[in-house]
């Protein structure tokens, strides 16, 4: 049994790859890449309990950070995608940018559009999460779309069982906060007319629901775990990628792209 959300992760991710041929190799490269931000997570938690409490001013001087780059950056282009196996080789032959574009990721809210994006994005989550963890958040009466901690916008949704119904919480895809918000709200512009809301599924994923807006033209997928309560919102989300390629195709955008950039 998985006993932390990284062996979570990595346990879904694999049972997927085995079901969904055409996702096997993104999910793949994922599990790769959650294998080492689950001990990178793990270096910078025993560096923290010897330093103190995490903050975000941190970062840009984070030696545990800088010092475990090399090692992504290595993985990715063995075993990658050939974009961000390319641009991982351009970035592991210039260290000297490496600070400045953590510390860009780390501080931009807007959407990543840059390979070298995606992957600092990536190899920050577990620093984004430990910070968040010890955050101290209180959630109680937050109805904001924007992610509490890191004020992002929402990578997906969930939907929890709930008494008779389901409780809708939406999923920072970086530092993975989630927090309640109203079912019927467009997450990107706040549109309130169930009418422009549109909620498509698939009978190939039944669990997965397309979340679409037609006054912003903005789309999220939100996992329902009354459906399948053993999904993880970012294996899943991962795995479902046809229905990434159904939205766009009929003139959707995402809210917010996944780490991997899809």
């Known amino acids: 049994m998985a006993k932390t959300s990284w062996q979570q992760r990595i346990r879904r991710a694999e049972q997927l790859a085995t079901q969904y041929s055409f996702a096997a190799e993104i999910l793949g490269f994922y599990v790769h890449v959650a294998h080492f931000q689950e001990n990178l997570g793990q270096r910078l938690e025993r560096a923290s309990a010897r330093k103190g409490p995490v903050s975000v001013a941190d970062l840009p001087e984070s030696p545990e950070l800088l010092a475990s780059l090399p090692g992504f950056l290595t993985l990715v282009e063995e075993k990658g995608p050939a974009r961000f196996a390319q641009v991982a080789s351009d970035l592991r032959s210039s260290s000297g940018s490496w600070p400045d574009l953590l510390s860009y990721s780390w501080s931009s809210r807007g959407e990543p559009d840059a390979p070298e994006e995606f992957l600092a994005l990536a190899f920050l989550q577990p620093y984004a999460e430990l910070v968040r ?13 924007l992610c509490p901690f890191c004020n992002r916008k929402s990578a997906l949704g969930v939907l929890r069982p709930r008494g008779d119904g389901a409780r809708r919480n939406l999923v920072c895809g970086f530092c993975m906060c989630e927090w309640e918000f109203r ?3 467009c997450a990107g512009c706040g549109q309130e007319d169930q009418a422009k809301l549109p909620v498509y599924t698939a009978e190939q994923f039944s669990h997965i629901r397309v979340e679409c807006c037609d006054a912003c033209h903005a789309y999220i997928k939100s996992v329902d775990f009354a459906k399948d309560g053993l ?3 970012l294996a899943d989300e ?4 046809p229905l990434d390629l159904w ?3 009929h003139g959707y955008v995402k809210l917010r792209p996944n780490l991997l950039g899809m």
Do not use: F, M
């Not at 963890?133 to 779309?145: F, I, K």
């Not at 991962?238 to 990628?241: F, G, Q």
């Open 183 to 185: 079912r019927i709200v």
């Open 238 to 241: 991962l795995a479902s990628v």
């Open 247 to 249: 939205a766009q195709e």
């Open 133 to 145: 963890s010890r955050a101290g958040l209180q959630l109680d009466g937050y109805t904001h779309s």
């Open 231 to 233: 999904a993880d919102p």
